[in-house]
């Protein structure tokens, strides 16, 4: 599953889902008849069909079946929503898919292993990849993924050159 956004809320009183996608073009979330949604226990996925939604500003709207009132839809409020990664169009030469570089591993120019990608997060100007280091998993190390630092990005050799130091 790839994560595309999250529920944000609830939209009017009739059932609908407020969406923040995480996507560039919210609008992209609309080719999909169906989502999936995990609580934040991440715990298990579940199929909703949508039956109508919109891009309404920066969010969209939807309305999935069997969603009949505004309780019902707030309580999915934080709900993460994925599509599988195989109903997703290919990237494009030049484009890659933020969820591809999860479990690659990155190297800085000194051929040193920094760690794997074990998540990749937005903030705001750009996204970061979350590395969990070589040398103790438990530490997260951020690294902007930025054309300044990002050297190349090889998914069939699983590995990330970056112009990041270990101390950083």
């Known amino acids: 599953m790839v994560v595309v956004g999250h529920v944000s809320g609830a939209y009017g009183v009739a ?3 407020k969406i923040e ?21 991440r715990t298990q996925w579940r199929c909703v069909q949508v039956s109508a939604a919109r891009v309404h500003g920066s969010s969209v709207i939807a309305q999935v079946d069997g969603m009949q009132d505004r309780d019902a839809a707030l309580a999915l409020k934080g709900f993460e929503l994925a599509v599988p990664r195989g109903a ?17 591993t990155v190297v800085n ?3 040193r292993v920094l760690g794997r990608v074990s998540g990749v997060t937005e903030h705001g100007a750009h996204p970061l990849l979350q590395v969990a280091r070589a040398s103790d998993a438990a530490v997260q190390q951020l690294i902007p993924y930025v054309p300044a630092v990002i050297d190349a990005v090889d998914l069939e050799a699983r590995r990330i050159e970056v112009d990041w130091g270990e101390d950083y």
């Open 21 to 41: 996608p995480y996507t560039e073009a919210p609008d992209a979330l609309l080719a999909f008849a169906q989502w999936w949604l995990r609580d934040a226990k």
């Open 109 to 111: 120019r000194e051929g």
């Open 15 to 17: 059932g609908w889902l």
């Open 88 to 104: 997703l169009p290919p990237a494009s030469a030049d484009e890659i898919y933020l969820a591809d570089l999860v479990g690659l």
